[in-house]
């Protein structure tokens, strides 16, 4: 009876222990090979925004606390949805310079701007990466993917959009 009531602790304790390393693992989403992963830096890139400029990522302006790197599709609803909360909130981004990058055609982009009133923002990088340096860095499973970064260091990555109330915490920092 004591030997069957070690075996049944010990493998009580191999359970416990597996189950408690499978939830400290990240999520499946998670691709922990990605560039993102290793250097916590924003990526070097070049963006064509919506008004036909090449944008680098040593041409954004530093006057920005914070750089928000936003993967999107103008066609997701998710995407919508982030782009429709940080404009609501915007007052609140004012030290956020937001990159928004997608694959998509550049007409489709455009009229993603311009319903979110993303166009002409000061604080606003929209348009395409046409060598896909942005999603290879961080390869995203889906979209919205989001990093903020704090004067050139990671800060933080939400693999399914950000909620933008994590976002003014983290600028506010509380």
């Known amino acids: 009876m004591k030997r069957i009531t070690q075996v049944l602790v010990g493998l009580m304790s191999l359970i416990a222990t597996s189950v408690q390393a499978q939830t400290q693992q990240p999520a499946q989403n998670v691709d922990m090979n990605a560039p993102y992963m290793k250097d916590k830096h924003v990526p070097q890139f070049s963006i064509t925004s919506?008004?036909?400029?090449?944008?680098?990522?040593?041409?954004?302006?530093?006057?920005?606390?914070?750089?928000?790197?936003?993967?999107?599709?103008?066609?997701?609803?998710?995407c919508e949805h982030e782009a429709a909360e940080i404009n609501k909130y915007a007052d609140k981004f004012k030290d956020v310079l937001f990159v928004w990058d997608s694959y998509r055609d550049m007409d489709a982009i455009?009229?993603?701007?311009?319903?979110?009133?993303?166009?002409?923002?000061?604080?606003v990088v929209i348009g395409r990466d046409p060598s896909f340096t942005i999603p290879t860095f961080y390869r995203p499973k889906m979209t919205?993917?989001?990093?903020?970064?704090?004067?050139?260091?990671?800060?933080?990555?939400?693999?399914?959009?950000?909620?933008?109330?994590?976002?003014?915490?983290?600028?506010?920092?509380?």
């Open 50 to 78: 919506i008004d036909g400029k090449e944008i680098t990522n040593k041409q954004l302006p530093t006057k920005y606390k914070y750089t928000c790197i936003i993967i999107f599709s103008p066609d997701c609803s998710h």
């Open 144 to 174: 919205p993917f989001v990093a903020l970064y704090e004067k050139n260091n990671l800060v933080k990555v939400w693999e399914q959009g950000a909620e933008v109330f994590d976002l003014i915490k983290i600028i506010q920092g509380n």
């Open 110 to 123: 455009k009229k993603f701007a311009t319903k979110f009133n993303l166009a002409g923002q000061p604080n």
